[in-house]
């Protein structure tokens, strides 16, 4: 978990209410990721960056939003849209060339109120 | 599109006793295929990765894992396990699209290491 910090642990959502999760590493890595977890259903990927102000859908984007406005976070926003919002988000970092491997930050929990 | 596959949901086995967890991929071109550990509500860990080379891959904590490609199969072994190894653990896929990268995860295998 070195090097990545999410925020924050623990998170609670209402009806209709935008949140949004935070994630900074210290790494300099370019690439950044953000994946959801479900139970028995391993990561899926939400949305992931190679580069400042540039990003890309992954296989579950709907009703998320990001932005890379600095090289160091990559911050996730679960709309209202986001109709079952409850799960593990785990936000990782790596360098660029695709035989590296990934840093996991600790993860957020987000519930439904 | 790059895939793994775990057939486990959960693998059981008695201290001291080998320990395999499966996985099998189905990808187009060179693999790059990835273990990694995740421990109660925290965030995953790399144990070990396969690129090019030698077949037998030797990671963290013990593990390694066999690159098998007629069978298309990367399983992690460990020749003892401990009650520590208790965790849940996820093969994956490197999948390059459009020039960008990206981890594919399995569904992971929950391992259960008995006193």
């Known amino acids: 978990d070195g090097g990545i910090t999410q925020s924050p642990k623990y998170l609670f959502r209402k009806e209709g209410q935008n949140v949004t999760l935070s994630c900074e590493q210290n790494?300099?890595?370019?690439?950044m990721y953000w994946y959801r977890q479900d139970p028995g259903q391993g990561l899926r990927l939400i949305y992931y960056s190679q580069i400042v102000n540039d990003f890309q859908k992954g296989d579950i984007a709907e009703g998320y939003s990001v932005s890379r406005e600095k090289k160091e976070s990559f911050p996730l926003t679960v709309t209202s849209a986001q109709k079952n919002p409850t799960a593990f988000y785990l936000c990782?970092?790596?360098?660029?060339?695709?035989?590296?491997?990934?840093?996991f930050g600790s993860g957020t929990q987000l519930s439904v109120l | 599109a790059q895939s793994v596959a775990q057939p486990e949901d959960q693998v059981n086995v008695a201290e001291g006793n080998p320990l395999t967890v499966k996985c099998t991929y189905s990808v187009s071109g060179n693999p790059y295929l990835f273990w990694y550990v995740q421990y109660p509500n925290r965030g995953l860990q790399f144990l070990l990765k396969?690129?090019?080379?030698?077949?037998l891959v030797k990671g963290s904590y013990g593990f390694e894992a066999e690159f098998n490609k007629s069978q298309t199969s990367f399983h992690l072994k460990k020749p003892s396990a401990l009650v520590s190894d208790s965790a849940l653990y996820f093969c994956a896929v490197r999948e390059l699209s459009g020039g960008y990268n990206k981890l594919i995860f399995g569904a992971g295998t929950r391992l259960a290491v008995h006193p």
């Open positions: 990782a970092s790596s360098p660029r060339q695709r035989e590296k491997k990934l840093f």
């Open positions: 396969y690129i090019t080379g030698d077949n």
């Open positions: 790494l300099n890595h370019d690439a």
